[in-house]
């Protein structure tokens, strides 16, 4: 294309954590401009946030509802071409059905929606259109798990049998929500954050990782839902015995009560000839274990890589490739969707590689299930979508 694709944001404004980390990500590649916002629901907050953002007082919008009904108001080649929601997650479904209903693609932080059954709507609803919707799940924009995942679908590893992934934070140790934490008091708000607290916030990144590297889908799940901080309303901490649909079994761990952890993700995956080990805190090397031979290094930057993982790298070996790379390539594989879908070209097969509305479905399921299994006394739950 020869023009930049055109965001606008809802929510993100001054303070907000995570709509910051959005607009590095989608400024790094150069290919998408922030245009407009609805970036607070109070009106002297936004409007603050986006002078901070050298947005027009124009296309500085109080709600989400006017922004879209303006927006695409304005001649096509003037209008935001896709909308970006960063709000906490009762606010995801309401301005991403009216963007889809008034023909704006979307990107969404996770999880997708409030509810499985908003979930199901907003796939009904990007299915009927045609839009593009991209779901930020972050970790799995990182170039050696693109690497880890082409190694299982090439049957490197042969059939996989067991599967583990661990999420251990420490932030919410103490009831920091009625501490003026704002992080914290809407991600255990039950009226905010939906019906799981840890699971819901960061168990779905770790089922995400599961799902994505070892191309298998959870079918049944046994959970124990821990509130370890007294006072809390939501689990803060849990563990998941996974069963998969080609047999292989799996332990899920989530905590965000791990005193002293930073944000420690780390899976394992184990096949017949082999098994590969990824760490987020690491997120250069990926690790295999072969059976019968000496352990092996891989680093990204190496020619040796697949093509996804080396699409998907932005810098030589040894340079770090973080949080924000990642964030940025999810960005950048749906800016390359999106700008080729409105050339009427098609994309790079590498570009197609992202998380979108599936997943969310997933996602909102897998939540359903662990609550669901957590006050069950059954051993198994079904995984039901």
Not at 290 to 304: F, N
Not at 322 to 347: Q, T, V
Request: charged share 25%; with cysteine.
């Amino acid at each position: 294309m020869n023009r930049k694709l055109r965001m606008g944001m809802v929510g993100g404004g001054k303070g907000a954590f995570i709509g910051a980390v959005h607009r590095i990500a989608a400024n790094m590649d150069g290919m998408i401009e922030l245009v407009c916002g609805a970036l607070s629901t109070s009106p002297e907050k936004a409007d603050e946030s986006g002078k901070m953002l050298f947005l027009a007082t124009d296309r500085t919008y109080h709600s989400y509802e006017d922004m879209i009904r303006r927006e695409s108001q304005l001649p096509a080649d003037e209008r935001m071409d896709f909308l970006t929601i960063v709000t906490p997650n009762h606010a995801h479904f309401g301005p991403a059905m009216m963007a889809l209903d008034h023909g704006f693609h979307v990107v969404i932080d996770k999880p997708i929606a409030f509810t499985l059954e908003e979930a199901k709507q907003l796939k009904k609803k990007v299915e009927e259109t045609g839009l593009l919707l991209l779901l930020t799940h972050t970790y799995a924009g990182y170039p050696m798990v693109k690497q880890a995942r082409n190694m299982v679908k090439m049957g490197e590893l042969g059939k996989i049998r067991k599967i583990l992934v661990e999420y251990p934070q420490g932030w919410l140790s103490r009831l920091s929500e009625k501490d003026g934490n704002a992080q914290a008091a809407w991600r255990t708000d039950p009226t905010r954050s939906g019906k799981s607290g840890c699971m819901g916030d960061i168990g779905t990144h770790a089922a995400h990782l599961a799902e994505y590297i070892s191309g298998l889908k959870i079918i049944q799940l046994c959970a124990d839902l821990n509130i370890v901080v007294e006072g809390r309303k939501l689990d803060d901490d849990g563990n998941v015995l996974l069963r998969f649909d080609n047999g292989a079994n799996g332990v899920l761990v989530a905590s965000q009560i791990a005193a002293g952890e930073e944000n420690a993700l780390k899976i394992r995956v184990y096949g017949e000839k082999g098994g590969l080990e990824w760490a987020q805190q690491e997120p250069n090397t990926l690790t295999l274990k072969w059976l019968d031979e000496p352990i092996q290094i891989l680093r990204t930057g190496s020619h040796r890589l697949s093509n996804e993982a080396n699409f998907n790298s932005r810098t030589p070996a040894g340079h770090p490739e973080g949080y924000l790379e990642a964030f940025g390539n999810l960005y950048r594989n749906f800016a390359l969707c999106l700008s080729a879908k409105i050339e009427g070209i098609e994309a790079p097969a590498e570009a197609l590689d992202y998380p979108s509305v599936n997943e969310g479905v997933r996602g909102m399921a897998f939540i359903d299930n662990v609550v669901k299994s957590g006050l069950s006394n059954e051993k198994w739950t079904n995984f039901d979508i």
